[in-house]
């Protein structure tokens, strides 16, 4: 029997999973695959790091670590689907659903002053943000547009808003005093042990100790003033109000999720200072804080005294008068952009305001033009350079534009979001110093109290991996490719010295491959996109995540329907599903309606490339015939439209699992290649088209309805079963496949 793992994980992915699992299932026992399952969510990594702390009846298996364990095997086959990345607030919350439901968890640790509360912050801290991908993502990642959802494309265009060639629309990011502008960096010459410390008046305190690195690695170090970003973020609150704009900021508050955070505590700031200078004593007493946004405060401020809450209130009423137009997240209930960090997500936030046309909401629930806000200069030039081109241009025409796969960097904890241990916030001014096991001192800044300082690791062997994946689908899809790195800023630097070492160890003849700076990139590709051509993004692990948004949103209309396959170093794979932004949105919908309009595409198409992979690594040539099936079922599902709708009474997520299943077990039937798989499939494939009307007229019956999960962060299976998986019809099928 050969194994695949396909990740649990939550919100509309999750509920997705309840309907499409069984059908996966069903299918793959024809050709002895094993379809296994392993709880990452969010609520399973909070019970699972607490497990030593729990009631025997409540501990669960960390499941992440096993995963990471499996991803450095070369047996590794792995789909992995999207989970939360969670900020402070996400997690307080599913802590609280657990803590209500009876698991005995103890309270997030707002201010730990004990050695058991420390303890119990690292813990919680250890889960937020991007916890999951840097632990499974043992490969660099090959994300694009597979040619059947290219084609569907350019035949069923998306919609795309109206660019105005004098919108105001802008991208504002810092000069100066940012993470881009004090980076500084060097390659290490040989194995070495490392020591973060900040040097004061007072003394030296080691911030991280033991830090190994091995030759070759890069190690960056880098901080953002705190006056300066103050000085920009003031400058952009005057200049939206001036400008008549929305003010909107863009970070990336879950994946960044110690430095970010504090960022967007500052535009909280920026944009409300009256709030924080009459009652910001009181609100911090009572552990609430800006970083945590404005709705956190909202939600605490019950527990103040009733004239410091009304204050409070008022305050924040008269801040929003005197302060820009703030963009909105969802007008009817009043959420603005400053109301959770991990509402607006700048990979998914920028693309979507550029789609449509420039704009974002108001409290009005009207389309206006945005002064977007992007702190930290390093990538906000891409942004700033698409706004650009489409104020000149127009917006693209998905259909003849052409792609932008990517190639990118992120193995082994690859660049920024392997910072995150050794991102600090600094609480005295003084000295950051990177010293090796001599004593010398590799790297350091002067830092001031409030500054933000980070350092980041970036091992040797992802990148010499990176640039032969590079030239590899550079000749496979015979592409060019653009590594996008800039000589001007340090880390960049050191990347482009190994990149011009390990191209000439491969075979490059007749292959066009340039390094251009990010901002050079994107004009170039944009140019191209125009003219109907593809260009290969070779990117650091930030960029990655911010281009396989960005391009795929305007040429296809969502991330999801990219193909993301990530070939582990040590021989296994690791397949993705898509991007998961859009999620919680979808939830609600399904509470409210029982009707969900999550698109499962990444799911079919990473299960088809796990499935190849498996019949290679476990010689199953049942398993390539499935995979081909199933690509082909996909092709027909796209040209037929059996995407779900976003309107409840229509098709949904699992009415499109049952079309895929119709239009799978079809294929299995008129091949050729496996006569017994297609002689089991026939009768299958009869019984899905003869039961089609009663399976559309269960599946349709149930919805208009509001539902009970049981939960949100940890839903009831049963219950949720139930939701997921309504046509009795349906299912009896899949028993008996």
């Not at 590799?442 to 590079?470: M, S, Y």
Request: glycine letters at 8%; proline letters at 4%; aromatic letters at 6%.
């Amino acid at each position: 029997m050969s194994n695949i793992i396909y990740t649990y994980t939550d919100e509309a992915p999750m509920l997705a999973t309840h309907s499409f699992l069984p059908i996966i299932q069903s299918f793959a026992s024809a050709a002895d695959v094993e379809i296994e399952t392993r709880d990452i969510s969010l609520a399973g990594r909070i019970v699972a790091v607490f497990a030593d702390l729990l009631p025997e009846d409540q501990r669960e298996s960390n499941a992440l670590t096993e995963l990471g364990q499996i991803a450095k095997s070369p047996d590794a086959n792995i789909i992995k689907l999207p989970n939360i990345s969670a900020s402070v607030p996400q997690l307080k919350a599913a802590v609280a659903e657990l803590q209500a439901a009876g698991i005995s968890l103890p309270a997030y640790p707002e201010e730990p002053s004990t050695d058991e509360e420390r303890d119990i912050r690292a813990r919680y801290d250890s889960i937020k943000g991007s916890a999951v991908n840097p632990v499974l993502r043992e490969g660099n990642s090959d994300r694009r547009a597979p040619r059947a959802v290219k084609d569907y494309a350019r035949k069923h265009p998306h919609s795309m808003g109206t660019w105005s060639s004098d919108s105001k629309t802008d991208v504002a990011t810092m000069s100066s005093g940012d993470f881009f502008a004090n980076e500084k960096s060097v390659t290490l010459p040989a194995d070495d042990v490392l020591q973060i410390r900040l040097v004061t008046a007072d003394g030296e305190t080691v911030l991280k100790d033991g830090l190994k690195v091995l030759a070759g690695e890069i190690i960056d170090a880098t901080f953002m003033s705190a006056k300066a970003l103050d000085a920009f973020l003031a400058e952009q609150v005057a200049r939206a109000k001036s400008e008549g704009v929305l003010f909107s900021a863009h970070l990336k508050a879950t994946m960044m999720k110690v430095s970010d955070p504090i960022i967007f505590g500052h535009v909280v700031r920026a944009v409300l200072p009256g709030v924080f200078e009459q009652y910001g004593e009181q609100l911090s007493a009572a552990g609430l804080t800006a970083e945590n946004g404005l709705g956190g405060i909202l939600a605490g401020i019950d527990e103040l005294p009733a004239d410091v809450a009304s204050g409070v209130r008022t305050a924040i009423d008269d801040g929003f008068a005197a302060a820009p137009a703030i963009a909105m997240v969802d007008s009817d209930k009043g959420i603005s952009n400053l109301h959770v960090p991990s509402d607006v997500i700048i990979d998914a936030s920028m693309p979507a305001m550029i789609r449509a046309g420039g704009i974002m909401w108001n409290a009005d629930g009207k389309p206006a033009e945005t002064l977007a806000v992007i702190p930290d200069s390093s990538y906000a030039g891409v942004y700033k350079a698409v706004v650009d081109d489409c104020r000149i241009n127009g917006a693209f025409d998905p259909t003849t534009m052409g792609s932008v796969p990517n190639v990118g960097l992120m193995a082994q904890k690859a660049e920024e979001y392997g910072s995150h241990d050794k991102t600090f916030h600094i609480k005295q001014t003084g000295s950051v110093e990177v010293v090796n096991q001599a004593g010398e001192v590799l790297l350091q800044h002067d830092v001031e109290a409030g500054d933000i300082w980070r350092a980041c690791q970036t091992k040797d062997v992802p990148v010499r991996d990176w640039v032969r994946l590079a030239v590899e689908r550079a000749r496979l899809s015979e592409t060019p490719a653009v590594f996008w790195l800039d000589e001007a800023r340090a880390h960049d630097a050191e990347l482009i010295k190994k990149v011009n070492e390990e191209l000439p160890k491969h075979e490059t003849d007749g292959l066009d491959i340039r390094i251009l700076s990010p901002l050079d990139a994107t004009k170039l590709s944009i140019e191209r996109i125009r003219r109907g051509e593809d260009t290969i993004s070779v990117t650091g692990n930030v960029l990655r995540d911010y281009n396989t948004d960005l391009f795929p949103i305007l040429e296809l209309g969502t991330s999801a329907k990219m193909l993301s396959v990530v070939p582990l170093l040590a021989g296994g794979g690791l397949f993705e599903t898509g991007a998961g932004g859009s999620a919680p949105k979808h939830v609600q919908q399904l509470v409210d309606e029982n009707h969900l309009r999550w698109d499962s595409l990444g799911e079919f198409m990473a299960l088809a490339e796990s499935l190849r992979h498996l019949s290679r690594a476990a010689s199953n040539p049942r398993a390539a015939v499935l995979a081909e099936a199933l690509d082909a079922a996909t092709g027909r599902f796209l040209e037929e439209n059996k995407s779900p709708s976003r309107k409840a009474g229509e098709l949904d997520n699992r009415g499109s699992h049952f079309w895929l299943a119709r239009f799978w077990a079809e294929a299995l039937a008129a091949q050729t290649e496996d006569a017994a798989l297609a002689e089991r499939f026939a009768s299958v494939s009869k019984a899905l088209a003869d039961g089609t009307e009663a399976i559309e007229r269960e599946l349709l019956d149930v919805q208009g309805q509001s539902v009970d999960l049981g939960g949100y962060y940890r839903v009831d299976s049963e219950l949720t079963d139930g939701v997921m998986r309504p046509s009795t019809t349906l299912n009896g099928i899949l028993a008996s496949v």
